[in-house]
């Protein structure tokens, strides 16, 4: 039962142009969420987070934005860089349970 | 680069051994918390300690237990490996103040192989 979901297991964007990826989650519980980027050999590496009390959140070129009646939110990357390919998850929280719950990963190739 | 080291890198054990991962926290971090990432999924909690005491676990057997020490670095043990216990275990670091967790920030990871 994957509570929290990336559908798209890949994404192809050209350089300058702006990448989506997309989560969607089924509990309304979760009130926090995260994207985190990871390259091979490396462990995750913390990008964007936002809290449900928001709707939008940027930073730099990241955007997260989040449409809790649709349990889904997004993040967008603009401009994309080749150095953005990398694999995006996508995780969630609920209050102070300690838990994060992930999706299975985006992985974003950007061409130059 | 986060601050948040592991080893070891990776690791090959049998089947029925036991193995133990190492974690150093980030400077400052007072909580810890480890995952097992299968190839093709995303990570899965495994459990957090806190000031040296378990503080959230996730759907993993006993087999699976964890100390934190008083300078904040961290041990994962898994006792009778199986073969699925083979996957990217990762070690994340963060701060908790007054009952609120900060964002976690992980390390390397360590590649276990059960053969």
């Known amino acids: 039962d994957q509570q929290v979901k990336q559908n798209s297991p890949s994404l192809s964007v050209q350089e300058g142009r702006i990448s989506i990826l997309n989560c969607d989650y089924t509990?309304?519980?979760?009130?926090?969420f995260l994207w985190y980027k990871k390259y091979p050999a490396e462990g995750p590496t913390f990008l964007i987070s936002?809290?449900?009390i928001k709707d939008k959140n940027e930073d730099g070129r990241f955007t997260v934005f989040l449409n809790k009646s649709a349990k889904h939110l997004s993040l967008h990357i603009v401009p994309s860089q080749p150095g953005d390919s990398a694999v995006y998850f996508c995780?969630?929280?609920?209050?102070?349970?300690?838990?994060?719950?992930w999706g299975l990963g985006t992985s974003l190739a950007v061409n130059p | 680069e986060t601050g948040v080291t592991q080893s070891p890198t990776h690791l090959i054990k049998t089947r029925g051994q036991q193995v133990t991962l190492r974690c150093s926290s980030q400077?400052?971090?007072?909580?810890v918390s480890w995952y097992q990432q299968a190839l093709g999924q995303g990570p899965q909690f495994i459990f957090q300690?806190?000031?040296?005491?378990?503080?959230g676990r996730g759907n993993f057997p006993p087999r699976f237990s964890g100390l934190q020490f008083p300078n904040y670095s961290s041990e994962l043990n898994v006792n009778a490996l199986e073969l699925d216990d083979s996957a990217l275990y990762l070690c994340?670091?963060?701060?908790?103040?007054?009952?609120?967790?900060?964002?976690?920030?992980f390390g390397p990871g360590t590649r276990l192989t059960v053969l």
């Open positions: 300690y806190y000031r040296e005491e378990e503080n």
């Open positions: 936002i809290s449900s």
């Open positions: 509990n309304s519980m979760f009130d926090y």
């Open positions: 994340a670091s963060s701060l908790e103040v007054a009952g609120v967790a900060d964002t976690q920030y």
């Open positions: 400077s400052g971090h007072n909580t």
């Open positions: 995780a969630a929280g609920a209050g102070n349970n300690r838990k994060l719950i």
